[in-house]
């Protein structure tokens, strides 16, 4: 049994944010902080994992075997739960062996680690990938990248639930869109199906646009027999998945100061500042209410600040 007992997810708040920019534009964000619910499997994680899990239940599977790069917080939230729970865990490391506080964190929590170089890393999407592994691993099943897929998105219909029990709180009756980041655009797919377009889905992409993300998306809709309509994807990579330069940094960091929300440079802190983008060019009408989403990550920040 590779579940959590039925009540496993916590509510994540849904908080006001207050900061200068959004108020002198008259706009209103609240944020869902994924980044609360779980001191280690946090963010959109739970979320896209969770019907993976049913999935290999359903195989009769005793664990998982997935992919990811040496900060990557899909791995470091799978092999988190797979302590937790009691299953067993296998990672495919991209790259050459190293040894980052992720990586640290993956052996203590007991996944495997096998690292297939770069080359080998971009094999992941060939056809037959998987097959020397699930040899090597018959009692595993095998989950895609960062939990994408399906599977992933239908995990993620989720948050749209949690916020949208929460609205009252905040007094508001609705609100008109939402902002996340993006880096296989799963979390996206799961509210974009949520919505069925009631209301937009705004993807800030903390990946270049030719890194498949629009075309991933339009899969997984096409898998659950929907139209491809109701989001929008925004480049919000400043140059290259992972690169930062000192605006970001700045913006970060002052966010943190004037709000107490704690960001991560990849992804949440790249799709606020995106935002700011937008907002500052007019984008959005004075009283738009826009729900942003806080996707966790936080963990990742220990091996950028320590190699960079
Ligand atoms: C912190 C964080 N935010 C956002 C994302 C993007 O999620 P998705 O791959 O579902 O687009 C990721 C990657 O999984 C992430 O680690």
């Known amino acids: 049994m590779l579940l959590p007992p039925a009540n496993w997810l916590p509510q994540a708040p849904l908080e006001h944010l207050h900061l200068d920019w959004l108020t002198s534009a008259g706009i209103e964000v609240a944020i869902l902080r994924l980044d609360q619910i779980d001191p280690l499997i946090s963010g959109n994680k739970w979320f896209k994992l969770v019907e993976h899990l049913k999935a290999a239940d359903r195989a009769g599977a005793e664990g998982i075997i997935s992919l ?23 990672g495919l490391l991209r790259g050459h062996a190293q040894e980052t506080p992720t990586v640290q964190d993956l052996q203590a929590f007991g996944m495997q680690l096998h690292w297939l170089g770069y080359g080998g890393y971009r094999a992941r999407n060939e056809p037959g ?41 905040l007094g508001w009756s609705d609100y008109h869109g939402w902002w996340l980041a993006c880096g296989t655009g799963t979390t996206l797919a799961g509210l974009v199906l949520a919505e069925a377009g009631v ?10 646009e030719d890194h498949g993300v629009a075309p991933q998306v339009e ?6 027999g929907l139209a491809t309509a109701g989001y929008e994807l925004i480049d919000a990579s400043r140059g290259g998945f992972a690169k ?9 960091e002052q966010t943190e100061q004037a709000s107490g ?25 004075p009283g738009t209410r826009l729900i942003f989403i806080h996707t966790g990550g936080l963990q990742g920040r220990r091996g950028f600040s320590a190699s960079r």
């Not at 209301?199 to 270049?208: D, I, K, R, S």
Request: aromatic fraction near 8%; glycine fraction near 12%.
């Open 68 to 90: 990811g790069g040496a900060h990557s917080n899909h791995l470091h939230a799978l092999a988190a739960a797979g302590k937790r729970l009691g299953f067993k865990t296998v």
């Open 129 to 169: 990938f998987w097959e020397p592994w699930l040899a090597q691993y018959p009692q595993l099943y095998a989950v895609p990248e960062g939990g994408g897929g399906l599977s992933g998105a239908l995990g993620c219909a989720a948050i749209k639930e949690q916020a949208q029990a929460q609205l009252a709180t």
């Open 199 to 208: 209301h937009p889905v705004y993807g800030a992409l903390a990946v270049p």
């Open 219 to 224: 899969s997984i809709m096409q898998s659950a």
């Open 244 to 252: 930062v330069d000192p605006v970001l940094l700045e913006f970060i």
């Open 261 to 285: 929300i704690p960001l991560e440079p990849l992804y949440t802190g790249k799709a606020l500042l995106a935002l700011k983008q937008q907002v500052e060019a007019g984008r959005f009408a």
